[in-house]
């Protein structure tokens, strides 16, 4: 195959599965609310666009990630260090490096689709990212826990696009406050845009499922302020 421009990877026949997780679907762009959102002046600000991504491109991503550098970060609590429950890996612009779990991490150079990814985010929605964070779960046992994407560097009042690929998980939404919650399936190739304030106003957390057995890749596109790390990073 051909591996040039990511929109000329062609939808291939359903009924064919990403690595070793479950997506079905190639109608891209369908437009699917779920249906378990609560009272409508309570519903988080987001965009969930089933299939968003054909199997071909999907699988394109997914054999890239096998040659990421990922890594386990260690993170302090109370006093002991501890891993991080599943890998990481940030491909970033020059200038935004990024601290996340309590380490300031520096940008690694973008690689082919997951830059590709970003360009089609960019032409489709005018999301202008430039940087991804890649998570990878290894199965039901790996996980993340409730927070907010809103570190000091990312840039204000900006939109944050998360990628599913592989095993299809339960994706939590709460609000801060009244702590009402809902819960999304995301599947591989789902995209869900988390536009301002959600992270403002709501976190986010994905749970153990311990039956899962396959993989989880998540990509999450931000945009940082350019620069916001280099008096350190230059130290
Ligand atoms: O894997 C996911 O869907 C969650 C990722 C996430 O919350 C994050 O990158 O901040």
């Given amino acids: 195959m051909k591996q040039e421009d990511f929109d000329e990877l062609a939808p291939v026949k359903t009924g064919q599965s990403v690595g070793e997780g ?45 040659n990421y550098p990922f890594t386990r970060p260690e993170v302090l609590l109370y006093g002991k260090s501890h891993p991080i429950p599943r890998n990481q890996v940030w491909f ?32 489709d929605f005018g999301l202008n990212s430039n940087g991804v964070l890649v998570n990878r779960y290894a199965d039901g046992h790996e996980s993340m826990g409730w927070h907010s994407d809103d ?23 709460r609000h801060k406050q009244s702590q009402q919650k809902i819960c999304l399936q995301l599947q591989s190739g789902d995209l869900l845009i988390m536009h301002w304030p959600m992270q403002k106003d709501w976190e986010h957390s994905l749970p153990k499922r311990l039956k899962e057995k396959d993989v989880r890749i998540n990509y999450t596109y931000r945009r940082l302020i350019v620069g916001f790390h280099l008096p350190e990073v230059a130290k």
């Fill in 151 to 173: 570190e000091p560097e990312i840039e204000p009042a900006s939109d944050i696009a998360s990628l599913t690929l592989g095993a299809t998980r339960d994706f939590f939404i």
């Fill in 92 to 123: 970033a612009d020059q200038g935004c490096d990024y601290r996340y779990s309590g380490l300031l991490v520096q940008a690694l150079a973008w690689p082919k689709y997951a830059s590709k990814l970003r360009q089609k985010l960019a032409r």
């Fill in 22 to 66: 479950n997506a079905k679907a190639d109608s891209r762009f369908e437009l699917k609310p779920p249906s378990n959102i609560p009272m409508e002046q309570d519903k988080p600000p987001f965009t969930l666009i089933k299939a968003y991504l054909n199997l071909q491109q999907q699988q394109a991503l997914f054999n890239e990630s096998a």
